[in-house]
T-cell receptor, first 115, second 114 residues
């Protein structure tokens, strides 16, 4: 089954304790992206990757890191989480289509609470 | 930068009624893509419908259809014969041609009442 898998689904942590949210896709997609969802703001892009070893900042990258060492995996790293990073996080992936308009597939989301 | 605005934070209708969700966007581009995503209580993001700006014909998917008004930069979603399973948050999203990034609106929470 084609899917984007995020882990964990729920996470409660404390300020300053490093954490990683994993994302894996089995569709051989080149493009992967992280979004955060906050009430009244919709989803905003944090980081994205066009292919292995190619990553770039989205609209709200502060406080986050990513890496893309393998095509299927795109982990999101919070090295020193703060309460304002409490949010719902989504990983998404798609084929990289030159003209754009590609359909993105989303993971099930990770609910993060930073105390 | 492109922006997407959904001016209805919440809507509520009775089962079997027709409901229209509004979306406007701001762009200087001529070619782009527009999407509606559904997020039920499970939180999963589900693609409802996709529209290519260079196509004048409005996209339809079963009970879901859009009214795409390019000059007005409006992209509303119509749900016909609404069902309880349509209860969800709905997001309108924009993608530039040649880009991969989705720009989302704030969302509209739709409740279908029995």
């Amino acid at each position: 089954e084609a899917q984007v898998t995020q882990n964990p689904r729920y996470l409660i942590t404390v300020t300053g304790k490093k954490l990683t949210v994993t994302c894996s896709q089995n569709m051989n997609h080149e493009y992967m992206s992280w979004y955060r969802q906050d009430p009244g703001l919709g989803l905003r892009q944090i980081y994205y990757s066009m292919n292995v070893e190619v990553t770039d900042k989205g609209d709200v990258p502060e406080g986050y890191k990513v890496s893309r060492k393998e095509k299927r995996n795109f982990p999101l790293i919070l090295e020193s989480p703060s309460p304002n990073q409490t949010s719902l996080y989504f990983c998404a992936s798609s084929f990289r289509v030159g003209g754009g308009g590609n359909i993105q597939y989303f993971g099930a989301g990770t609910r993060l609470s930073v105390l | 930068a492109q922006t997407v605005t959904q001016s209805q934070p919440e809507m509520s209708v009775q089962e079997a009624e027709t409901v229209t969700l509004s979306c406007t966007y701001d762009t200087s581009e001529n070619n782009y893509y527009l999407f509606w995503y559904k997020q039920p209580p499970s939180r999963q993001m589900i693609l409802v419908i996709r529209q290519e700006a260079y196509k004048q014909q409005n996209a339809t998917e079963n009970r879901f259809s859009v009214n795409f008004q390019k000059a007005a930069k409006s992209f509303s979603l119509k749900i016909s014969d609404s069902q309880l399973g349509d209860t969800a948050m709905y997001f309108c999203a924009f993608m530039s041609q040649g880009a991969q990034k989705l720009v989302f609106g704030q969302g509209t929470r739709l409740t279908i009442n029995p």
